[in-house]
């Protein structure tokens, strides 16, 4: 015994007996774990970054643009008052669990969303219930056909049923389970789940009749690593093949690595200075529009994200349809910016100007380090004469906080639910979205042309239309600088040069079907 | 007194935890004098140490020798605010325990026991969660944890002064509570109340560190070290130094309190438990 | 000495049923409401007071505190409103990987603590007491984080995250990884679950074995002053046996004293510890639930853990009894 205990002790060490890998399960490392794997339960990405491989929607996104293709329905038709839509689903198609795919599959899994108090939802908190209000019922035509009829013309229709939230369960799986399906996920996708212990992997296997074909690798182990230092060093021990979330400094000096491979993609997403129009003296046009011009967005892109990120202009990111290129951006200024403020003064704004800056603790997408970004603003504001407090909380009372406007400046973003500028426009900045309780217009911006343009645009069907009134939209907003559009930010992914096929998506969703792995 | 001094002079360890403490003290009181840059001053992003930036600079663009000496200040505001919350809440409630035996003494001890029951950083979260974030709040968090240890050693201590013979006699003669509390415990308590209070200090100075750590501060543009460590263990396969330094800062400053307080305990009662 | 026992268990359950219940009032009087924190940025005023409502949050905080005695007693800890799942089956498995931590860094400190106050009091003045003292002075002054950091970095080829590899987690049966590994005779799996509890437990065993040397060497001290030991040496008696024999359990009991405190430390405080290597264990499931006001986490966590602390303590009474005549008999 104390031969082997010295064995264990001495090769402890030397650090043999290392751990055998089956070769072809891809490891994926990410900061957290994911909460619960039913579609409609959550709204977290870690959850989406896992789902979006068990499950299909009806459409989907192109492999490698936004574009709308046909998954589970293989084609749909509109009827000429957009009220009604017709899905002819794909023959042959089973879920994990030998469950066929059929026209009740669909109506079960649509209907989850839409029925209040539907007998096999469990849990009353479904986070994107407000997307699918729309849909007024859901019919099963016959075994491969669905129609599903709308209260109203609804122009974003069809892509909220590429939203993971719109993704087809098993109906016998649901039913089995219960209220614990959310722990025993059974889709129609590209990998099967596994085995789950919590906030210590999750694994994935390749699911032999995916109707796309089985992948190539074995399957997907997601490991939730906090720490992304550990990540970084796990990746390049080969420990890891996939790292997401890593902070820019990191990723640019794993990029010089020749083992190492990062994909970049412009993001759909917006990290923004939310201005609190309420209080003063954020009620005055020229504090705001004087805060913009303190702010040197270029510097900060090169400062807290390496310079990976575009400076936004507007809040619609320019990937996406709709965007107003052409608007020109008030351009970094510390003396207009103090000329602004000295106007304001001379009206009998109190000076010096002290406000507050609430920031989040932990980093999210558009705000990849929202601690270093905090001082990078405040260093700005100081040099032209405004005071900041950084008050720090923690991100769920950080957003909980800013909607029922209890802050004066504030870091906020906005990653696309689905890639439509009403996502960001009406959501973030419409007077119908002021409210204590999770209304994100958070600036408090009230303005009536700007509301019956969004109005307008949210239920006209021609896309060009549409764009015009949100160009006009966008035009109004600029000039009244309710917040300041900071960056839009790349979504960067790191992975070993061990991984090919995998493509970042610009939606951020990690499809992993087309994986290889060389080891 | 003048053993007393000796004692502690002729302690090499004492000596120099006496240093240090004086010196993180200097440092904090000249930080705008000493320090090599503004801290707001930009200038690169991770640089390696240089001639400009012994220390190097961090993920701020900021020179991590000028943070490191402006954090000296919270470090050593908080710890001794957040003692001087302790021991305001403390020693009354570990006198009281120790010189009325029963009933109160119960009630106060179980209530600590409850308190120590659960991991201080739950508290600290339940405090910060209830005030507003900050660091008046993670002042009071801190201070907060600390009053059990104050209390019970307090207590021990009145326990113990309280059936020495100078004390029964003036029980004895009649002496008013009032009059024997002021006039007979607390100059006897004065002593282990100042090694408590050092050695309180180091701990205080670390948990504020720790909280900090784990996200739970105030304002980032108010340089901390456990902070600026939180931030650097970020970049640590880049750029070592941002998490070297502070780590350091705040290891020897500790040891600094932990040397003088023990030096203290030595001098001014050496028949006092030394270990902790 | 059965009565005192008998008090001492009846004063532990009172301490637990108090901090239960000043917890479950406490996290309910936080700003915000676990409904808001869930919804996120997602949410509906109608509907997060309606699910308020639908959870009885709405009720008065006392009317919500009769019900709690009732599901404890039925061992009903409740489900996590964040995470789904229920609060006792995540606690049997973050504690098995707080356990093994903290037991693992008590079977460090313990015996390291003891040797080294053992040897700075025998070689008083000399280089052993001065190295051993100078490693008990950095060992309380270096934060746990950073010493942390700085193992991580120096030992570049241990594992610093998680229990086990990540591909070996489904060969476990039991959350004793380390435990299930060795009584089964897996020594490859043994091997990996020792790799990587080594820096976490080395990182966590540093403050308790300093705290002991310390107290070892100052105990030893008096007793080794004492006539009795005198009269031993004069009578020939080796180091050793003075030592083993005679001088170390009679400082025993402050030994254990601050040895049993710091156990209890041990297995709430190894948050810290948890978060830099990413280990599963409680502390850092407590911290994320108050984060998220997740009630039935927190009280359910703060049950556990104030249990275990009262439950370190009573043993240490016994300890007491067991090794001090004076209060075996005083009792």
Redesign the interface.
């Known amino acids: 015994m104390r031969s082997l205990l010295f064995c264990l002790i001495v090769s402890t060490f030397l650090g043999c007996g290392g751990p055998a890998v089956p070769s072809n399960i891809l490891i994926y490392g990410r900061g957290d774990d994911a909460d619960r794997l039913d579609p409609i339960h959550t709204d977290i990405g870690e959850s989406v970054t896992v789902m979006c491989n068990i499950y299909d929607t009806l459409v989907t996104y192109d492999d490698e643009t936004l574009e709308l293709v046909p998954s589970l329905a293989e084609s749909w038709s509109t009827s000429d008052d957009g009220l009604e839509w017709t899905f002819h689903l794909r023959k042959g198609v089973t879920f994990h669990d030998g469950t066929p795919l059929d026209a009740d599959a669909v109506l079960f899994s649509l209907e989850r969303l839409t029925v209040p108090m539907h007998p096999f939802v469990f849990d009353q908190v479904i986070p994107y219930v407000q997307s699918f209000e729309a849909i007024e019922s859901v019919t099963a035509v016959d075994p491969l056909t669905v129609k599903v009829r709308l209260k109203r013309p609804f122009a974003a229709f069809l892509t909220t049923m590429a939203m993971f939230p719109a993704s087809i369960v098993s109906p016998t799986a649901v039913k089995k389970y219960e209220g614990e399906f959310w722990k025993h996920p059974v889709g129609t996708g590209p990998f099967q789940f596994d085995s789950w212990n919590v906030n210590q992997q999750l694994t994935l296997l390749s699911f032999d009749d995916h109707w796309r074909g089985r992948p190539e690798i074995d399957g997907v182990i997601f490991l939730p690593v906090g720490e992304s230092a550990v990540r970084v060093k796990q990746l390049l021990r080969g420990e890891i093949d996939i790292a997401d979330n890593l902070p820019p400094a990191e990723i640019d000096s794993l990029a010089k690595n020749p083992h190492v491979i990062v994909q970049e993609k412009a993001g759909m997403n917006t990290g923004y200075l939310t201005m609190n129009n309420d209080k003063a003296p954020l009620d005055d046009q020229r504090i705001r529009e004087a805060i913009w011009c303190a702010i040197d967005r270029d510097q900060l892109i090169k400062s807290a994200y390496s310079g990976h990120a575009t400076k936004a202009v507007t809040l619609v990111p320019p990937t996406l349809w709709g965007s107003h290129t052409d608007l020109t951006d008030r351009e970094y200024d510390p003396e207009k910016a103090k000329q602004l403020l000295a106007a304001a003064a001379a009206d009998g704004v109190p000076t010096p100007i002290r406000l507050q800056l609430f920031v989040m603790t932990d980093p999210r997408p558009y705000m990849q380090q929202p601690r270093q970004t905090a001082i990078f603003i405040k260093d700005s504001l100081a040099k032209v004469g405004i005071e900041t407090e950084i008050v720090t909380n923690e991100n769920s009372q950080h957003f909980r906080r800013m909607t029922r406007g209890e802050h004066q400046l504030g870091l906020a973003g906005w990653t696309a639910d689905m890639p439509d500028p009403d996502n960001f426009l009406y959501t973030l900045l419409d007077l119908d979205n002021i409210n204590d309780v999770g209304g994100n217009n958070m600036s408090r911006y009230r303005n009536q042309k700007v509301h019956d343009l969004l109005a307008q645009a949210k239920v006209e069907m021609n896309q060009e239309t549409r764009a015009e009134l949100y160009r006009a939209a966008q035009e109004q907003i600029f000039a009244d600088a309710p917040l300041v559009p900071l960056v839009h930010t790349s979504v960067r992914n790191v992975q070993s040069d061990a991984v090919s096929g995998y493509l970042l998506h610009p939606s951020s969703l990690n499809r992993l079907r087309l994986s290889k792995l060389a080891k | 007194m003048n053993r007393s001094w000796k004692r502690f002079v002729s302690n090499r360890g004492a000596l120099i935890g006496g240093v240090v403490v004086v010196f993180v003290c200097l440092v904090a009181m000249t930080a705008s004098l000493i320090a090599p840059y503004p801290i707001d001053q930009r200038d690169q992003k991770l640089t390696p140490p240089s001639a400009a930036h012994w220390l190097g600079t961090d993920t701020n663009e900021k020179d991590v020798l000028t943070w490191v000496i402006y954090g000296s200040r919270l470090s050593l505001t908080a710890g001794s605010l957040s003692i001087v919350l302790a021991i305001f809440l403390g020693v009354p409630l570990g006198a009281a325990a120790g010189y009325f035996p029963g009933a109160v003494d119960q009630v106060i001890m179980r209530s600590i026991d409850v308190v120590l029951a659960f991991p201080a950083i739950l508290i600290a979260l339940l405090v910060m969660a209830a005030l507003a974030p900050g660091w008046p709040a993670v002042i009071i968090a801190v201070g907060l944890i600390n009053i059990p240890i104050f209390a019970r050693q307090i207590r021990a201590t009145t326990l113990t002064l309280r059936s020495q013979d100078y004390v029964t006699a003036a029980v004895a003669a009649g002496a008013t509570t009032r009059h024997i509390f002021f006039w007979s415990l607390l100059p006897g308590l004065v002593g282990p109340l100042v090694v408590l209070a050092t050695l309180g200090l180091g701990s205080a100075i670390l948990e504020v560190a720790g909280l900090s750590f784990l996200g739970i501060s105030g304002d980032p543009t108010v340089p901390e070290w456990g902070g600026m460590l939180a931030e650097a263990k970020n970049d640590l396969s880049t750029s070592i130094w941002p998490a070297i330094a502070p780590g350091l800062a705040i290891s020897v400053t500790i040891l600094g309190f932990n040397l003088l307080g023990d030096g203290l305990r030595d001098a001014l009662d050496p028949r006092l438990d030394h270990g902790k | 000495m059965w009565s005192f026992l008998f008090v001492r268990m009846l ?1 532990s359950l ?3 049923a ?2 239960v219940v ?2 479950f009032v ?2 309910r ?4 409401n676990p ?11 109608a ?2 007071t ?2 308020m409502a ?1 959870q009885g949050w709405d009720r008065p905080i006392l009317a919500q505190l009769i019900d709690l005695p009732g599901e404890l007693l039925r061992g009903d800890l409740g489900v996590s409103f ?4 229920q609060v006792a089956e ?1 606690l049997t ?1 973050t504690i098995p990987a707080t356990l093994e931590l903290s037991i693992a860094a008590i079977l460090l400190a313990v015996p390291l603590g003891i040797c080294a106050g053992v040897a700075s009091a025998l070689w008083r003045g000399s280089w052993p007491d001065y190295a051993a003292m100078t490693f008990a ?2 060992g ?7 010493l942390g ?2 193992l ?2 120096i030992f ?15 060969q476990f049966h039991t959350d004793f990884f380390l435990c299930e590994a060795i009584f089964t005779g897996r ?2 799996l ?3 679950a ?2 990587h509890l ?1 820096l976490p437990a080395v990182a966590l065993a540093t403050i308790p074995a300093a ?1 002991i040397s ?6 030893m ?1 008096e007793v080794l002053s004492s006539d009795y030991l005198r009269t031993a040496k004069a009578k020939g008696a080796t180091l050793w046996r003075i030592v083993w024999r005679h001088a170390l359990p009679n400082a025993s009991v ?1 030994i254990v004293n ?1 040895a049993g405190f710091q156990v ?1 430390m041990l297995l ?2 190894a ?2 510890t948890e ?2 290597f ?1 280990w ?1 264990g409680m ?5 994320t639930a ?4 997740d009630y039935a986490v927190v009280q359910g966590g ?1 049950l556990v ?2 249990a275990m ?2 439950t370190a303590n009573l043993l240490l009474d016994i300890a007491y009894l067991w090794l001090d005549p004076r209060i075996r008999t005083q009792s």
């Open positions: 004063q009172a301490t637990v108090v901090a000043l917890i406490a996290i009087l936080l700003p915000g409904a808001l924190a869930r919804f996120g940025q997602h949410s509906v005023p509907r997060v309606a699910e639908h964040f995470h789904g799942d995540r498995e002075l950095l309380v002054s270096v934060p746990v984080f950073f950091i700085c991580m970095t570049t080829s241990m594992p610093t995250s998680g229990r086990v590899a990540p591909t070996m987690i489904s020594f490859a043994a091997l990996d020792v790799r080594l705290v310390r107290i070892t060497r100052s105990s001290l402050p601050i209890g709430s405080g948050v810290l978060t830099v990413n599963p502390g850092r499931y407590l911290v108050v984060r998220e006001q703060a853990i104030a602390f009262v």
